[in-house]
């Protein structure tokens, strides 16, 4: 079956570090996206591309960076963690840009 | 910045009741309208999606849209226990360059009262 998987679940960084969540899926989806959620904020657009090499700012794009070099794939780098950065991230895909997206299973990052 | 409002909550219904979620937007030109599970700690998950004005119905959940009001609604019949989880309502809008993205209200706290 056609999945999202986000790796890693969990993890744990300090301050001022680099670090890269990943995101895989296997629908052929050209859309793909990334959000942050956070109590009180609900969903947050944080970056998001419509294919290869396309990437786009979403709503809470600073300190955040993606790059799109293959259909399956779209990382998400935050340059240097702030604890402001603490939060709940999902990836989703879909097919066209009016239809559904789908969501990975989230990572939960925590910026100490 | 386009907007997308829901009653945060909790609505508490007990078991067997109706369960009635509602949602505005801003955007008149939003063309797809979503509704989204999501329990405690677990990613969201697609449980309807509706296009065009009217009702459409799926098992024990019936979507409702109205483009002239911006409303869309979520109605859950025969409501169980298993139903409680926050339910977000996620509207198609236009973005920077015209191209369009989701945006989510914040949600609804449903709780199911045995």
């Known amino acids: 079956d056609a999945e999202i998987t986000q790796s890693p679940r969990h993890k744990i960084t300090e301050t001022g570090r680099q670090v890269t969540l990943a995101c895989h899926q296997t629908?052929?989806?050209?859309?793909m996206f990334w959000y942050r959620q956070d109590l009180g904020h609900g969903l947050r657009l944080i970056h998001y591309s419509y294919g290869v090499q396309d990437t786009n700012k979403g709503e809470v794009s600073d300190g955040y960076s993606v790059s799109r070099s293959n259909t399956e794939d779209l990382p998400l780098t935050l340059e240097s963690a702030a604890s402001s950065q603490t939060s709940v991230y999902f990836c989703?895909?879909?097919?066209?840009?009016?239809?559904?997206?789908?969501f990975g299973q989230g990572t939960r990052l925590t910026v100490v | 910045q386009k907007e997308v409002e829901q009653n945060s909550g909790p609505l508490s219904v007990p078991e067997g009741a109706i369960a009635s979620l509602n949602c505005t937007y801003s955007?008149?030109?939003?063309?797809?309208f979503f509704w989204y599970r999501q329990y405690s700690g677990k990613s969201p998950e697609l449980i309807m999606s509706?296009?065009?004005?009217g009702d459409k119905e799926d098992g024990r959940f019936t979507a409702q849209l109205n483009k002239a009001s911006q409303y869309v609604s979520l109605l859950i019949r025969d409501s169980q226990p298993s139903d409680s989880a926050t339910y977000l309502c996620a509207v198609n809008t236009l973005g920077g360059a015209g191209s369009y993205q989701l945006t989510f209200g914040k949600g609804t706290k449903l709780s199911v009262i045995p």
């Open positions: 629908w052929n989806h050209n859309n």
């Open positions: 989703a895909s879909s097919e066209r840009s009016n239809t559904e997206a789908f």
């Open positions: 955007d008149r030109g939003s063309q797809s």
């Open positions: 509706i296009y065009s004005n």
